[in-house]
T-cell receptor
Framework: GESVGLHLPTLSVQEGDNSIINCAYS??????FIWYKQESGKGPQFIID?????DKRQGQRVTVLLNKTVKHLSLQIAATQPGDSAVYFC????????????FGQGTILTVHP | GAGVSQTPSNKVTEKGKYVELRCDPI?????LYWYRQSLGQGPEFLIY????????DSGLPNDRFFAVRPEGSVSTLKIQRTERGDSAVYLC????????????FGEGSWLTVV
C-alpha cells in the first residue's frame, strides 16, 4: 500500500549545527505534509506543515522543503539544541482523507552538547 | 488545560478484559481522531470523527474495537476481549475542522495487556 518512509533512522549532531531530516513519500495523491516531534513518553508535537502548492515553508528555526517531482520532504533545524533531541516523524494526507495521516517510521535525532 | 486530554495515562489489564479509553479534545475542535502507536513505530490511524459521526473508521483492526462520540466532544475508545497484541499507546488528536487543519495530539494512553 501507500506509505511514507524515512531515509535515515538515526541522526547525531553537535549542538549549534544545522540538522536535516529526510522523508520519502509514495502516494502521489497526498497534498498535505506535516512534521511532528515526539519526545519519550509523550504524544507527537506539531512542528510545521506544508501544502503541495508550496515548495518551502519556514517557521521558528525550522524549514520544511517539499519536492513533488521526486516525492521528497525534508525538515531543516537551524542551530540545533539539546532540547531538539527526539524522534521526528513526517506524515502525509490528502484527497478526501485529511484526517487520516500516514506516518513514517521516524528518525531519532540526538544532539550532543 | 488547553490541550487534548486523555485518561487513563496508563492502564494494565488482563487478557480477555474490556477496556475504555477516554479523550477530551481541545475546546471547539469538531474533528477528533484515534491513532495507535507500537514501540518504535509511527502512529497508525484508527478512526476519525467529524462531530458525532465516524467519518472514517477504516483503521479499526477488527470488531473488538469501537469508538463513540455521542455529544460531539468527548470520545471513548472501547476494546473488548483484549489481547496481548493490543498493547500499545493509544493516541487521541483533534483539529478545528477535518479538512487540512493542524492536528494536535494528546499524550496518549499506554495500554498493557498481560
Amino acid at each position: 500500500g501507500e506509505s511514507v518512509g524515512l531515509h535515515l533512522p538515526t541522526l547525531s549532531v553537535q549542538e549549534g549545527d544545522n540538522s536535516i531530516i529526510n522523508c520519502a513519500y509514495s502516494n502521489s495523491a497526498s497534498d498535505y505534509f506535516i512534521w511532528y516531534k515526539q519526545e519519550s513518553g509523550k504524544g507527537p508535537q506539531f512542528i510545521i506543515d506544508i501544502r503541495s502548492n508550496m515548495d518551502k515553508r519556514q517557521g521558528q528555526r525550522v524549514t520544511v522543503l517539499l519536492n513533488k517531482t521526486v516525492k521528497h520532504l525534508s525538515l531543516q533545524i537551524a542551530a540545533t539544541q539539546p532540547g531538539d533531541s527526539a524522534v521526528y516523524f513526517c506524515a502525509e494526507a490528502g484527497g478526501t482523507s485529511y484526517g487520516k495521516l500516514t506516518f513514517g517510521q521516524g528518525t531519532i535525532l540526538t544532539v550532543h552538547p | 488545560g488547553a490541550g487534548v486530554s486523555q485518561t487513563p495515562s496508563n492502564k494494565v489489564t488482563e487478557k480477555g478484559k474490556y477496556v475504555e479509553l477516554r479523550c477530551d479534545p481541545i475546546s471547539g475542535h469538531t474533528a477528533l481522531y484515534w491513532y495507535r502507536q507500537s514501540l518504535g513505530q509511527g502512529p497508525e490511524f484508527l478512526i476519525y470523527f467529524q462531530g458525532t459521526g465516524a467519518a472514517d473508521d477504516s483503521g479499526l483492526p477488527n470488531d473488538r474495537f469501537f469508538a463513540v462520540r455521542p455529544e460531539g466532544s468527548v470520545s471513548t475508545l472501547k476494546i473488548q476481549r483484549t489481547e496481548r497484541g493490543d498493547s500499545a499507546v493509544y493516541l487521541c488528536a483533534s483539529s478545528l475542522h477535518g479538512s487540512g487543519n493542524t492536528i494536535y495530539f494528546g499524550e496518549g494512553s499506554w495500554l498493557t495487556v498481560v
